[in-house]
Structures are given as C-alpha cells and as structure tokens.
C-alpha cells in the first residue's frame, strides 16, 4: 500500500465575506496523480494556491508527508513546502534559454551535478534538439515541456499544474497530456492538476474531484464518475446522459419506456427512502451508449439530430411517447433527421436519482 503524501481535511478559504472553499477534504497518495475539475469559478485554483501555500486557509488543515503545512493557526511558506508548480501560461523565463531555464531552480548543485540533471531532464520531456533556444523560439508545446522539466528538476515531493494545456490546439491537447502523464508515472511523480477540460482529467488522472460551488460532490476514478455519479451535478458534468422518468421493480431493476434496465442501482445513499420501494418514480440516466442501434429491433426512435464525431454518430431520439434519449452508433450507420431506427437498452449500471432531487 502506497503512503499518503498529501491530505486536506475539512479546509474552508474565503476571499473577503465569500466563501470559496468549503469543507473540502482530499487524499492523494504517493505515486498518485489526481485532478480538480470543474466549471470556472468552482474554486479549482484556490484550491491548489492554498496547498502551494500562496493563500492561507481560515478553517481545517493541509498536511504534507504527515507535516502539517497549513491551518488557521501555523502556515509554512510556499518554499519550505518542497512543491513544483505549472502554470497555464507556462510562466518561462524568456531571456534564459532552455537549459537556463530548466536549471534555475538548481543553484545550490554543484556545476557537475547540475548539468547532469538538466541532460536527463532534456531527455525525459523531449527536448535534446532545442537545448539552446529561448521561449520565443519554441512551440507551445515545447514550451509547456520546458515548463513541466523545470518545475520536475528539484525533485519535488508534489506537482501542482494549473491547466498546463489549456493554451494548446485540441489534437496537441490530448497528445502532451497522455505523454505527461508516463513521464510523472515513469518518475514516480505525485501531482495534482487543475483544469475543465474532462478529457484532459480523464487522460492524466488516477483519480479525479468534480468541484462545484467550493466542495467536492464526488472523488472519484474516471469510470465511477462517468457510471456511478453521485450525484444530479456529477451525472450532468461529466460526460453525456439524459433523464428519462422509471419505476421502480426492486433495487436491482427499474422500468422505464424502453423496457427493464436491470444491475444494480448505484445510488444507493437514499435507497432507504420511500422512493426506492417498488412503485417508487425515479429519474433514470441513460447515457448515450446504453442505447444500442439494432435493425432488427421491433423498438424504434425517430432521429431528431445527429452530430458526427468520425468513428461515431451521437444520435438524439424521440422515442414514441416523446421521451428524447441519446444513442452513440459506429458512423457507418447513416441515418437521416427524421427517419425511424431501431434501438435497445443494454446498460449495465443503473443510476436513478429522487425526482425532487437537487
Ligand atoms: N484574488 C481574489 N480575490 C477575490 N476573489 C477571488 C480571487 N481569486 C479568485 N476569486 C474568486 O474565487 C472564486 C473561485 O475562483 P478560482 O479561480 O479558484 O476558480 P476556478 O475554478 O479555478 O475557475 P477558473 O476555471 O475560471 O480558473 C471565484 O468566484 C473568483 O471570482
């Protein structure tokens, strides 16, 4: 079992009377990388500054390696914290070159030592050709390298990235972020990154806090938040899915127009409530690939929009009670707005919520 490196318990934050952090606990371990994500405004940042130590916290406790390094009462200051930190606009030093740059932070190496780690940053980030530029002179993704390889140089304990490739074009986006991600792995890096972008989340984490209003609503793998969202917030933020309203059989079967979606229903906190009895009405989430095209399927939905994505087609359907689903269908089956197709439910988690439920 790794250690736990990094730990929140219960920090609250304010700017003046608003309260930007409230409550919020979190525990990432050593080798772990973990993300907040969230809508802008969640308080992604604030989070991250204040376990860099740029913002003091008003309530709770932030402990690092089992130090604590911030509460209300004590506050080590953000060069004692042994934390490397990337920023969005990747905040290079732009008359020092690669390699100055890289070495900044090395000043209390020997000439020797120093060079040797710049070389093996190079190395690991990509950069052997283009040691000697300044930032001007390199792409931006060249430049999130240079970034990434300084913040890594001194060895941290933690990394903190604050939507390091938000500035980058999609493609490149998704590509640097997969290759971050080996590289913390291969150097046994624990971080935690910042960003909106769900995609970005789900390529470099391990684990991943969906953020809304100051508080974490779920922290989570990928695959938990995307099948067993905890909540109204989490299913709506993360991914795609439409209510449809169901009855309940039992806690392993609810029905609803398309027929009997069976497993086990994942949202369980409130089972006990009258609600989840047979009988029970419930919003019910369909995600867009538990709606199956068959052509031999006696079930049809007519096609109210298509949108194509390459290898898919995200069809939205009206089903025949006027009901609107999503199905997501490999592309070469083309099918015209208006036209009737045949559909089935294959779901293998069945997530409802209260109908009264926030
Ligand atoms: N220095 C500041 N002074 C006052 N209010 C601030 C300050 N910095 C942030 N805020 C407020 O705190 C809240 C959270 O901001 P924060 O930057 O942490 O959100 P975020 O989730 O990182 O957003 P984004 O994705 O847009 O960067 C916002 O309402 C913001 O306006």
Same mark, same amino acid.
């Given at each position: 079992?790794?250690?736990?490196?990094?730990?929140?318990?219960?920090?609250?934050?304010?700017?003046?009377?608003?309260?930007?952090?409230?409550?919020?606990?979190?525990?990432?371990?050593?080798?772990?990388?973990?993300?907040?994500?969230?809508?802008?405004?969640?308080?992604?940042?604030?989070?991250?500054?204040?376990?860099?130590?740029?913002?003091?916290?008003?309530?709770?406790?932030?402990?690092?390696?089992?130090?604590?390094?911030?509460?209300?009462?004590?506050?080590?200051?953000?060069?004692?914290?042994?934390?490397?930190?990337?920023?969005?606009?990747?905040?290079?030093?732009?008359?020092?070159?690669?390699?100055?740059?890289?070495?900044?932070?090395?000043?209390?190496?020997?000439?020797?030592?120093?060079?040797?780690?710049?070389?093996?940053?190079?190395?690991?980030?990509?950069?052997?050709?283009?040691?000697?530029?300044?930032?001007?002179?390199?792409?931006?993704?060249?430049?999130?390298?240079?970034?990434?390889?300084?913040?890594?140089?001194?060895?941290?304990?933690?990394?903190?990235?604050?939507?390091?490739?938000?500035?980058?074009?999609?493609?490149?986006?998704?590509?640097?972020?997969?290759?971050?991600?080996?590289?913390?792995?291969?150097?046994?890096? %624990?971080?935690? !990154?910042?960003?909106?972008?769900?995609?970005? $989340? /789900?390529?470099? =984490? #391990?684990?991943?806090?969906?953020?809304?209003?100051?508080?974490?609503?779920?922290?989570?793998?990928?695959?938990?938040?995307?099948?067993?969202?905890?909540?109204?917030?989490?299913?709506?933020?993360?991914?795609?899915?439409?209510?449809?309203?169901?009855?309940?059989?039992?806690?392993?079967?609810?029905?609803?127009?398309?027929?009997?979606?069976?497993?086990?229903?994942?949202?369980?906190?409130?089972?006990?409530?009258?609600?989840?009895?047979?009988?029970?009405?419930?919003?019910?989430?369909?995600?867009?690939?538990?709606?199956?095209?068959?052509? %031999?399927?006696? !079930?049809?939905?007519?096609?109210?929009?298509? $949108? /194509?994505?390459? =290898? #898919?087609?995200?069809?939205?359907?009206?089903?025949?009670?006027?009901?609107?689903?999503?199905?997501?269908?490999?592309?070469?089956?083309?099918?015209?707005?208006?036209?009737?197709?045949?559909?089935?439910?294959?779901?293998?988690?069945?997530?409802?919520?209260?109908?009264?439920?926030?």
């Amino acid at each position: 079992m790794s250690r736990i490196l990094l730990k929140l318990e219960h920090i609250r934050h304010t700017y003046g009377k608003q309260v930007v952090i409230n409550d919020l606990s979190l525990t990432l371990k050593e080798g772990d990388i973990g993300c907040l994500l969230g809508p802008s405004g969640c308080g992604k940042t604030t989070v991250l500054r204040c376990i860099a130590g740029f913002e003091a916290i008003s309530a709770g406790e932030i402990l690092l390696n089992e130090m604590r390094v911030s509460s209300a009462a004590s506050f080590l200051s953000p060069e004692q914290r042994h934390m490397g930190m990337v920023f969005q606009d990747y905040a290079l030093f732009p008359h020092l070159t690669v390699v100055e740059n890289i070495g900044f932070g090395l000043h209390r190496m020997l000439k020797a030592e120093r060079e040797q780690r710049i070389a093996e940053l190079l190395k690991i980030v990509g950069l052997v050709d283009v040691p000697s530029k300044y930032p001007h002179e390199l792409s931006g993704g060249q430049q999130q390298r240079v970034a990434l390889a300084r913040a890594l140089a001194p060895r941290p304990d933690l990394l903190l990235l604050d939507e390091p490739f938000s500035n980058l074009d999609v493609s490149l986006r998704e590509r640097l972020s997969l290759e971050v991600r080996d590289i913390l792995k291969n150097q046994g890096m %624990t971080a935690i !990154l910042v960003t909106h972008d769900q995609d970005e $989340a /789900f390529a470099i =984490a #391990d684990e991943i806090g969906v953020m809304y209003e100051g508080e974490i609503q779920q922290w989570d793998t990928a695959y938990n938040l995307y099948h067993r969202p905890a909540n109204r917030f989490v299913a709506n933020f993360i991914g795609q899915g439409i209510f449809v309203p169901g009855k309940i059989i039992d806690l392993q079967q609810v029905e609803i127009e398309l027929g009997v979606l069976k497993g086990e229903i994942s949202h369980q906190p409130v089972s006990d409530c009258d609600v989840y009895k047979k009988g029970g009405i419930v919003d019910v989430l369909l995600r867009p690939d538990d709606i199956v095209h068959d052509d %031999t399927s006696p !079930l049809q939905a007519s096609v109210v929009h298509k $949108a /194509f994505r390459g =290898a #898919d087609i995200l069809y939205t359907l009206r089903l025949a009670d006027g009901d609107i689903v999503l199905s997501l269908v490999p592309s070469h089956h083309n099918h015209a707005i208006g036209e009737k197709i045949g559909i089935k439910l294959e779901a293998d988690h069945v997530v409802v919520f209260n109908r009264f439920e926030s």
